[in-house]
């Protein structure tokens, strides 16, 4: 019995080989296709093959797999796009950051400019001031912006400041002589 079986499984195999290879080949088309056309196409052959040879899980399985295929690309697609994206957007806040770098600049340029304005015209009213008599300078003094009055009186000599300060109203003296110690602190 065992060699029956042998047997017809042997003669099973050769008529399956020998119709295989007494197929005439099929007349190849020239054909050209578009990526979408392509892609059906293959499906379609493929399909065709794998029921020939297999069952209906097979042909399934492998349209399951075309289309995770297809899937993935469009996903790749999209990640690209928003790559591209993200690069625009960074090299977008690159050039505003630097803009906001350049306008600090200029703003820190424009203080650091009133700053030496400020300076250079206290040098002049102190030059003014020491050039004065010492009861002009201290009515001058008395009616001034009181952190002028002091920024003025800290760069004149000692003497000449005390002798402004003696002859200054008692009030505004006290005043400006407690701001003067305390921006010496």
């Known amino acids: 019995m065992n060699r029956y079986i042998v047997l017809i499984i042997i003669t099973f195999s050769l008529s399956i080989y020998a119709a295989t290879k007494t197929e005439a080949p099929k007349a190849t088309e020239q054909k050209i296709y578009t990526e979408t056309e392509f892609q059906k196409k293959l499906q379609d052959e493929l399909a065709a093959k794998i029921k020939k040879t297999s069952g209906t899980h097979m042909v399934e399985f492998s349209k399951e797999l075309l289309d995770r295929e297809d899937q993935l690309k469009a996903r790749e697609l999209e990640l690209k796009k928003k790559e591209e ?13 630097v803009e906001f770098q350049d306008s600090q600049k200029k703003f820190l340029g424009c203080i ?10 206290v040098t002049q009213m102190v030059e ?39 002859l200054m109203d008692k009030q505004v003296s006290a005043k400006l002589q407690k701001q003067f110690l305390d921006m010496k602190k």
């Open 85 to 97: 994206e993200l690069k625009s957007s960074m090299s977008d806040f690159q050039k505003k950051v």
């Open 112 to 121: 650091d400019n009133q700053k030496e304005n400020t300076d250079k015209r």
């Open 128 to 166: 003014v001031i020491s050039g004065m008599k010492p009861q002009s300078a201290a009515d001058v003094l008395s009616i001034q912006d009181a952190d002028l009055a002091v920024r003025i009186m800290s760069q004149l000599e000692s003497a000449k400041a005390s002798k402004i300060f003696n």
